[in-house]
């Protein structure tokens, strides 16, 4: 069951904003001024919300008020680890876990993150300069990939089962997938489960070297998913924290249940270091083990949050993954919320799982903004352009990576309705 979710986003550090932003189609892109350079060739990108970290001196940084950090706390993190810090503790409120219940060996931790770049290259430079003696000795914890459950783990006492996943933009649906499994094992009552990633230039531009991102100037353009004139990504970066437990440790606290995993699935292309198989064929292959684990059928699935991060190349496959799937006749409500966030990388895949319970729980299909011409492998997948205020009972997510890295996750409707938690 998925008892709590924690938010630093670019659509907003809470539940009802996020949700609110989702309904209305509401993008968090705008021009980035760290793009402010002739010899950077992108303009936007989708910056968090309420943080400013900027500075590789972490006592610079600007945060959420109700974030309290000790200052040998704050120098062990990254900037995305402050995006983490806030979003977990906001999960762990959300799914009303006290302190003993957060830190006992039945409780564990899966981070996703590619570790932050920025932070790497200022230890190294400084070190290059000054000597490693004059390097801070936080440097190496605050840069690396591991970095977010390395600092997770020690503010809350993490004592159950603990590791990072680093599969790019699968990262953190592979977290899901395997926090659901430690569950279903019997091996940990409950995980927390985090993805982050920094947003800042040091991340995201390199990707202009890769011909990926988008070179829009217009922030109502840039990001397209499905669109026929689509030409590349957005960056964004920030955290998303869930709370999984199993179906008895909830009951056994009375804990809100707003979503469940029903199952999850993974597979590997086989074909490309950065491209997709050209007919999604991993992706397929994901999909058919998330609905055999699942043990539900395609025509079962209400709505589908595709991975689609609006490249010419990766949307196309990802269409005649679906289409294997679900046919092109009465299948599944479609859409790509990177239209409103752009991509999060190792973020993404558990941002996108969360937008999936905000939907199950309070009943709508978010939209598939910035469509003006459907990209023609798009016909006959029911791709919506507007919310729909529907009730999905089944919802599939996918997440695809470097090295052709695929994982899908079918969830379903939870006991506790929005309302309730409301009331």
């Not at 993008?27 to 590789?56: C, M, Q, W, Y």
């Not at 791709?383 to 079918?410: E, H, M, W, Y």
Request: glycine content about 10%.
């Amino acid at each position: 069951m998925v008892t709590g979710l924690g938010w630093a986003t670019c659509l907003g550090t809470d539940r009802s904003s996020v949700s609110n932003r989702l309904r209305r189609m509401e993008h968090g892109i705008r021009p980035f001024p760290p793009f402010e350079d002739p010899k950077i060739p992108i303009a936007l990108a989708a910056p968090v919300e309420g943080f400013n970290t900027d500075s590789a001196d972490q006592e610079d940084w600007t945060y959420p008020a109700s974030l309290k950090l000790r200052l040998e706390q704050l120098r062990g993190l990254a900037p995305h680890g402050i995006y983490a810090a806030y979003a977990v503790q906001q999960a762990i409120e959300e799914a009303k876990l006290d302190a003993d219940q957060v830190s006992n060996p039945r409780t564990g931790l899966f981070a996703a993150s590619a570790g932050s770049t920025m932070m790497v290259h200022h230890h190294m430079t400084r070190m290059d300069r000054f000597g490693p003696m004059r390097c801070s000795p936080l440097g190496i914890v605050a840069s690396i990939a591991g970095t977010l459950n390395f600092n997770l783990c020690a503010l809350h006492r993490i004592r159950g089962a603990s590791t990072g996943f680093v599969s790019a933009c699968a990262s953190s649906g592979h977290a899901l997938g395997y926090a659901f499994e430690e569950i279903a094992l019997g091996r940990q009552d409950r995980m927390i489960v985090v993805g982050a990633e920094d947003c800042n230039r040091e991340t995201i531009a390199p990707f202009a070297g890769m011909r990926v991102l988008s070179r829009q100037t217009d922030p109502d353009l840039a990001s397209r998913p499905f669109d026929q004139g689509r030409d590349g990504f957005v960056g964004t970066g920030g955290a998303v924290a869930m709370v999984l437990e199993s179906r008895e440790a909830a009951a056994a606290r009375g804990a809100p249940e707003l979503a469940e995993i029903h199952g999850w699935g993974q597979a590997t292309d086989g074909f490309h270091v950065a491209a997709p198989h050209p007919d999604g064929d991993g992706l397929r292959r994901a999909m058919e083990m998330a609905l055999a684990r699942a043990e539900v059928t395609p025509g079962q699935i209400d709505y589908v949050n595709a991975h689609a991060t609006s490249t010419p190349v990766g949307d196309a496959a990802e269409c005649k993954a679906l289409k294997a799937i679900f046919g092109t006749a009465h299948g599944p409500s479609i859409s790509s919320t990177k239209a409103l966030t752009g991509h999060g990388l190792s973020l993404s895949s558990i941002m996108e799982t969360a937008f999936c319970v905000l939907a199950l729980n309070e009943g709508f299909m978010p939209g598939s903004a910035h469509i003006s011409q459907l990209d023609a492998e798009a016909e006959g997948l029911d791709i919506i352009r507007q919310t729909k205020d529907a009730q999905p009972n089944l919802v599939l997510t996918n997440s695809s990576g470097f090295g052709g890295a695929n994982v899908c996750l079918v969830l379903g409707r939870g006991k506790t309705n929005h309302a309730a938690l409301l009331s």
